[in-house]
């Protein structure tokens, strides 16, 4: 089974529409992501969360919110679904770990994606 | 504002030849440093991490780390039609999120 999974996979939705968009992990991380990703412009940090009790805005927030349930599981939505959210969202998740000489490793591992369409 | 900087390419080359692909940054602190391969409509999948100056190699695959002039490169040794895809480079400080470039289109042709 995938250790980080989003659900649905594809949606399609109409404009003023609320969506959710959910991720689950069984990774065990503390740290859970949600990136969007659009042709040309690579992925963008829309919402992280470094545990239970924390949630941070990223680059791209506006329009968008989260919901950190449980450890394993972090949502995001779209209260009034726009034509340009239209884009591909992925979850993430990550784990700080300490390394040799000081360094802290938060490698990221990423969900198999959401292609949400906005008419 | 913290960036992170890569060629979109495309990079085109031969099967079996070596592939170089570049990545600077801005953030001098930076500690850790990532590629990512991501094929299309696929999610990212991590290659390499490297945190320290110097090489680390993997199979086909060489990162190269000089913090002094904020640069990280990926080379794929050998490179197959399978290798075409784009990659990301990644990095950060310890404790916060990631920062990604927008990633290097490679295209081996067979």
């Known amino acids: 089974d995938a250790d980080v999974t989003q659900t649905p996979r594809n949606r399609i939705t109409k404009t003023g529409k609320r969506i959710m968009l959910e991720c689950s992990q069984t990774?065990?991380?503390?740290?859970m992501y949600w990136y969007r990703q659009d042709p040309g412009l690579g992925l963008r940090l829309i919402y992280y969360s470094f545990d239970v009790k924390d949630i941070n805005k990223g680059e791209i927030s506006d329009g968008y919110s989260v919901s950190r349930q449980a450890q394993a599981k972090f949502s995001l939505s779209l209260e009034s679904a726009i034509p340009n959210q239209t884009a591909l969202y992925f979850c993430?998740?990550?784990?700080?770990?300490?390394?040799?000489?000081?360094?802290?490793?938060?490698?990221?591992?990423f969900g198999p994606g959401t292609r949400l369409t906005v008419l | 504002q913290k960036e992170v900087e890569q060629n979109s390419g495309p990079l085109s080359v031969p099967e079996g030849a070596i592939a170089s692909l570049n990545c600077t940054y801005s953030d001098r602190v930076s500690q850790s440093f990532f590629w990512y391969r991501q094929y299309s409509g696929k999610s990212p999948e991590l290659i390499m991490s490297?945190?320290?100056?110097g090489d680390k190699e993997d199979g086909r695959f060489t990162a190269q780390l000089n913090k002094a002039s904020q640069y990280v490169s990926l080379l794929i040794r050998d490179s197959q039609p399978s290798d075409s895809a784009t990659y990301l480079c990644a990095v950060n400080q310890a404790g916060t999120a990631l920062i990604f470039g927008k990633g290097t289109t490679l295209s081996v042709s067979s």
């Open positions: 990774k065990g991380h503390d740290r």
């Open positions: 993430a998740t990550s784990d700080l770990r300490a390394r040799a000489g000081g360094i802290a490793t938060d490698t990221q591992y």
């Open positions: 490297i945190y320290s100056n």
